[in-house]
Nanobody, 120 residues
Framework: QVQLVESGGGLVRPGGSLRLSCAASGNIFSIGATAWYRQAPGKERDLVARFTGSGITNYADSVKGRFTISRDNAKKTVYLQMNSLNPEDTAVYYC??????????????WGQGTRVTVSS
C-alpha cells in the first residue's frame, strides 16, 4: 500500500508564507513525477506546481515567483513553499505522485488534501 500524507496547511494572513509537505510511505520502489494541485470552493482542481522525474519544474502562472516545489528523495517527501500568499490562494491543496512499486509497475496517487486559508 502506498500513501501520500500532506501537512502544513492552515490559516495565514495575506502576504504570509506556508510550507506544505507531502510524505510518501509504503511499498515504494521509486518516485517519479510529483505535483501539487489545489481546489478552491466551487472550482475545479488545478495544477499548481510540478516536479518531473528528470528534475524539471513547472508552475501555474498565478504562482510563478511566489511558490517553489522541491523534494527530498531520501525522505520521500515533496514540499511546496508558498510566499506572498493572497486570498486567491485559498484552497485545499493536494499532493500527487507517480510511484513505482516495482521496476515495472507504477500508479498515480493522491493525498487527502490540506486546507490553506489566506485571510486577514
Amino acid at each position: 500500500q502506498v500513501q501520500l500524507v500532506e501537512s502544513g496547511g492552515g490559516l495565514v494572513r495575506p502576504g504570509g508564507s506556508l510550507r506544505l509537505s507531502c510524505a510518501a510511505s509504503g511499498n515504494i520502489f521509486s518516485i517519479g513525477a510529483t505535483a501539487w494541485y489545489r481546489q478552491a470552493p466551487g472550482k475545479e482542481r488545478d495544477l499548481v506546481a510540478r516536479f518531473t522525474g528528470s528534475g524539471i519544474t513547472n508552475y501555474a502562472d498565478s504562482v510563478k515567483g511566489r511558490f517553489t516545489i522541491s523534494r527530498d528523495n531520501a525522505k520521500k517527501t515533496v514540499y511546496l513553499q508558498m510566499n506572498s500568499l493572497n486570498p486567491e490562494d485559498t484552497a485545499v491543496y493536494y499532493c500527487n505522485a507517480n510511484i513505482w512499486t516495482s521496476a515495472t509497475i507504477s500508479a498515480n496517487y493522491w493525498g487527502q488534501g490540506t486546507r490553506v486559508t489566506v485571510s486577514s
